[in-house]
């Protein structure tokens, strides 16, 4: 099943049963854009109430940390989301922001019928899409029942980050944009750099001039690429916080490869941890 939906089989499906919309735009202003305008249906999610579960301190799982089992399964009851639900989740960046970290975080509980919208709220209200402001509240149900092994089974921490990054049979993929990973400079976390040994492939690359999505066909052998004949078991993605990673890993998933595991803590953790660094790239 393909991980996007384009905005004209939006419009196919919107009437369906057990359709449910999200918008996951994560700005700061994110439910001020909501109150807004957004596209007709939809609910919001918030990516740091509900999406994660922020600690005082970034060292302690980085800026996005995941909420809990239990408060994670309460969450998507509250949503009105269910094992029948087909979702599709957009937000105002393409899909690279909160949104992708919704799929995922679906996808890593066993939740397939879930969708990002390809080129976010712009394509679909360019498609004909109608939009409103009316915020509704979606009705509530039980606390979705996840496995604990299936969820823990899509995440690496630092401790595995420590073990697998001078192992040559490894991958860790570092999706933040090239001058973050080079050490040039670090707009958001403390210093610039990267993990030692990690590939830094920008979640950028995944989109065309325009930003959807490449093709199927273009992502794989781009990532077929990347991964050198490894199995996705043995490929780590991470980005700033845990969240643009996702863009990431959609992108893999598109391509028909087995997702990889998430770095959930990504280089918000890593660098407040005395972990190794490369600080600046070696021009020799």
């Not at 854009?33 to 007709?40: A, D, G, V």
């Not at 019928?113 to 679909?124: C, K, R, Y």
Request: negative net charge; charged residues 25%; hydrophobic residues 40%.
């Amino acid at each position: 099943m393909s991980a996007l939906i384009k905005p004209f089989e939006l419009l196919k499906i919107k009437a369906a049963k057990d359709f449910l919309i999200f918008d996951a735009t994560g700005t700061p202003d994110a439910r001020q854009k909501y109150e807004s305008k957004h596209l007709e249906g939809a609910f919001f999610v918030d990516v740091n109430t509900q999406l994660a579960d922020i600690k005082q301190n970034a060292a302690d799982g980085g800026r996005h940390p995941l909420p809990t089992l239990s408060k994670f399964s309460s969450t998507l009851g509250i949503l009105g989301i269910t094992p029948s639900s087909h979702i599709v989740v957009y937000d105002d960046k393409n899909g690279s922001n909160a949104a992708a970290r919704f799929w995922w975080m679906l996808k890593a509980i066993g939740h397939n019928n879930v969708h990002v919208l390809d080129g976010g709220m712009e394509a679909a209200v360019s498609a004909g899409f109608p939009t409103n402001a009316k915020v509704d509240q979606s009705e509530k149900k039980e606390p979705y029942k996840i496995r604990h092994a299936d969820w823990l089974f899509q995440q690496a921490d630092i401790q595995e980050i420590d073990k697998v990054s001078g192992d040559e049979d490894y991958l860790i993929i570092d999706v933040r944009d090239a001058f973050r990973y080079d050490g040039i400079n670090e707009p958001i976390d403390l210093i610039a750099g990267h993990i030692p040994g990690a590939l830094n492939i920008p979640f950028s690359s995944n989109m065309d001039s325009t930003g959807k999505f490449l093709s199927a066909t273009e992502l794989k052998s781009k990532y077929d690429d990347a991964l050198g004949g490894r199995t996705s078991d043995k490929v780590i993605v991470h980005c700033g916080s845990g969240i643009t990673a996702c863009h990431t890993l959609m992108a893999i998933a598109e391509a028909g490869i087995e997702m990889p595991k998430l770095y959930v803590g990504s280089w918000s953790e890593w660098s407040r941890n005395d972990r190794p660094m490369i600080i600046k790239k070696d021009e020799s």
